[in-house]
């Protein structure tokens, strides 16, 4: 249930095979060939989108925010900034050992199509396509962002998936001829016609019925009442807010939290929700002094980035005013996210009732290192805005004290439904939710800890082997490709 990043790949994989029958359920609209979906230029996630959902939020116990997640077929995916990054071979030493770098690398293969390179780290026929822009296309803000870089001594990495630790490169965007290509396209839209699949947009999901232990169906609405599925198997891909959520009011969470909502406890799982991870970032308002013409309308939402010391610098290449629609923000900004941090959050049901937002509280910049990490980051933007390729010094131009810099999430959430071997880890290493059986989880939620890099290809890439684990015949000890 959903269908957003990962539940996309699941659906059109499990219906690979005419025998099972795939019924998914998605609370957003089938929207695959609206212009704000395929348009890798805007995210249409501002206010009073309809492809898109907004959470508040507590980024620190003194300050609030909000976090965006997509509500459409291809979930955050379908609105999200075509950021396709894998996470560095060094992240997978967090995760359980079947999950190791070795292992995961022919799935990341698998599910690309790169046009730009090609040899023993990349994939040549999976269904995301991947390119990057030319450095030569970049529009006036990357240019004058590498350049600084360049200059200051930082390495070029032409290939960021496959790239050392810091440096300043294109990003790997997953995009073709100008579209955003979602897994609702890559993935859901081509398998629609299989006749063991169905889709149901605009299908809420309430939660899952249990006998004893055991998966009985899944409660879900389509506009007013109630209705009730039955299934031995529900594959939870909801993301890393709506995840955690079902489960708790499905009756499967922290006993403290059912109880308070007066839900029966069908298993005491106390980390359902708990330890998230995601990175927080910085937005450094900067005047940019040739302005809005020196803007390429067909440049993606950030085409280069720095990768320095913990953080990630991003050039946004427009304000976010006309980035995000409706969000009225009409400053240029650096995003300055700390890619990793020691900070761990809680997403916490506030009402049984599934349309009520969860409590989202993010626990931001604790720890002192995270401070000092994220400092360092800041001091490096203000050094780049100070220079002359962004007017450093002349009237206009360069970094603006007021409005001050505003903590953010970069949206990046992971880590709610933790994957692992230990009893503590709320699914295996196959994705199975401990404690209840027929349930499983197979999106953002499973992975141990944020990448050090945007999530979306690590949770494609966990949706793929996910799906391949439930596709494989009971019994098998592992999937190959
Ligand atoms: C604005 C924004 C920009 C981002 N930019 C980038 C980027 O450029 N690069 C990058 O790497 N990452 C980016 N991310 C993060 C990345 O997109 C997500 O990590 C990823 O898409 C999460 O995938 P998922 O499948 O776990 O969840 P989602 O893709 O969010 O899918 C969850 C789906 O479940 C559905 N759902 C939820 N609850 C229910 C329910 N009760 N019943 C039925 N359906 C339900 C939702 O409608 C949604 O479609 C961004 C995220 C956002 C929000």
């Given at each position: 249930?959903?269908a957003?990043?990962?539940g ?5 994989r499990l219906?690979?095979?005419?025998s ?7 609370a957003g609209p ?8 395929l348009d890798p230029?805007?995210?249409?996630v ?8 907004d ?5 620190m ?5 909000s976090v965006?997640?997509g509500?459409v077929?291809g979930g955050?995916?379908a609105v ?6 894998r996470?560095?071979?060094a ?5 359980p050992?079947?999950?190791s770098?070795?292992e995961v ?5 698998f599910?690309e ?7 023993p780290r990349?994939?040549a026929?999976g269904?995301?396509?991947v ?8 529009d006036?803000?990357g240019?004058a962002f590498?350049?600084v870089?360049?200059a200051?001594?930082?390495g ?9 630790d810091a ?7 997953n995009v073709?001829s100008g579209?955003r290509?979602s897994t609702a396209h ?16 605009r299908?809420l999901?309430?939660?899952?019925a ?7 169906g899944v ?6 009442g109630?209705r009730?599925v039955l ?8 993301g ?6 079902l489960l708790?009011?499905?009756g499967?969470?922290?006993v ?5 909502q007066?839900?029966?406890v069908?298993a005491d799982s106390?980390n ?5 991870t995601?990175h927080?970032?910085?937005l450094?308002?900067?005047?940019f ?10 440049a993606?939402?950030?085409?280069v ?5 913990d953080c990630?610098?991003r ?13 009225g923000?009409?400053?240029?900004q650096l995003?300055v996210?700390?890619m990793?941090a020691d ?6 049901i506030v009402?049984?009732d599934?349309?009520?937002?969860p409590?989202?509280r993010?626990?931001y ?9 994220l400092g360092?980051g800041?001091?490096?933007a203000r050094e780049?805005l100070s ?5 450093g010094?002349?009237p ?5 004290a007021?409005p ?5 999430t970069?949206?990046?959430?992971c880590g709610?439904c933790?994957m ?14 401990r404690?209840v059986?027929g ?5 953002s939620?499973v992975i141990p800890v944020?990448p050090?890099?945007?999530?979306h290809?690590t949770v494609v890439?966990?949706?793929e082997?996910i799906?391949a684990f439930?596709a494989?015949?009971a019994g098998a000890?592992?999937v190959h490709l």
């Amino acid at each position: 249930m959903g269908a957003g990043s990962a539940g996309c790949v699941v659906a059109a994989r499990l219906s690979e095979d005419p025998s099972r029958t795939v019924l998914v359920l998605e609370a957003g609209p089938a929207a695959f060939d609206d212009t704000r979906v395929l348009d890798p230029t805007r995210m249409p996630v501002g206010p009073g989108s309809d492809l898109a959902i907004d959470y508040p939020v507590e980024l620190m116990s003194d300050t609030r925010g909000s976090v965006s997640r997509g509500r459409v077929v291809g979930g955050s995916g379908a609105v999200n900034g075509a950021y396709f990054v894998r996470a560095p071979d060094a992240d997978f030493a967090r995760w359980p050992a079947s999950w190791s770098a070795d292992e995961v690398l022919p799935w990341f293969r698998f599910l690309e199509h790169d046009r730009d390179f090609t040899g023993p780290r990349h994939g040549a026929d999976g269904p995301v396509p991947v390119e990057r822009r030319d450095a030569e296309r970049f529009d006036g803000v990357g240019a004058a962002f590498a350049d600084v870089a360049l200059a200051a001594g930082f390495g070029w990495i032409a290939d960021l998936n496959d790239g050392g630790d810091a440096g300043v490169g294109p990003v790997p965007l997953n995009v073709a001829s100008g579209r955003r290509a979602s897994t609702a396209h890559t993935h859901l839209r081509p398998a629609l016609g299989r006749t063991g699949l169905t889709l149901r947009p605009r299908a809420l999901v309430h939660r899952i019925a249990f006998e004893g232990n055991k998966v009985r169906g899944v409660v879900w609405s389509e506009g007013a009442g109630e209705r009730l599925v039955l299934t031995n198997r529900v594959v939870l891909a909801a993301g890393a807010v709506e995840t955690p959520a079902l489960l708790q009011r499905s009756g499967v969470g922290p006993v403290n939290v059912l109880v308070r909502q007066g839900i029966p406890v069908v298993a005491d799982s106390p980390n359902v929700g708990r330890d998230f991870t995601d990175h927080p970032e910085m937005l450094v308002p900067f005047m940019f002094p040739d302005g809005r013409d020196a803007t390429d309308v067909s440049a993606p939402v950030v085409e280069v980035v720095l990768n320095v010391g913990d953080c990630e610098i991003r050039p946004y290449t427009a304000p976010f005013g006309d980035l995000v629609p409706g969000s009225g923000v009409s400053e240029w900004q650096l995003g300055v996210g700390l890619m990793r941090a020691d900070s761990v959050g809680a997403v916490e049901i506030v009402s049984a009732d599934p349309s009520a937002r969860p409590s989202v509280r993010y626990g931001y910049l604790r720890s002192g290192r995270d401070r000092d990490a994220l400092g360092e980051g800041m001091t490096v933007a203000r050094e780049i805005l100070s220079t002359k390729q962004f007017g450093g010094g002349r009237p206009g131009g360069g970094h603006v004290a007021s409005p001050a810099a505003r903590l953010s999430t970069a949206a990046h959430l992971c880590g709610s439904c933790r994957m692992g071997t230990d009893a503590d880890s709320v699914v295996d290493e196959r994705g199975r939710v401990r404690g209840v059986d027929g349930v499983f989880v197979a999106d953002s939620s499973v992975i141990p800890v944020v990448p050090t890099r945007g999530p979306h290809a690590t949770v494609v890439m966990v949706a793929e082997r996910i799906a391949a684990f439930l596709a494989a015949p009971a019994g098998a000890d592992t999937v190959h490709l």
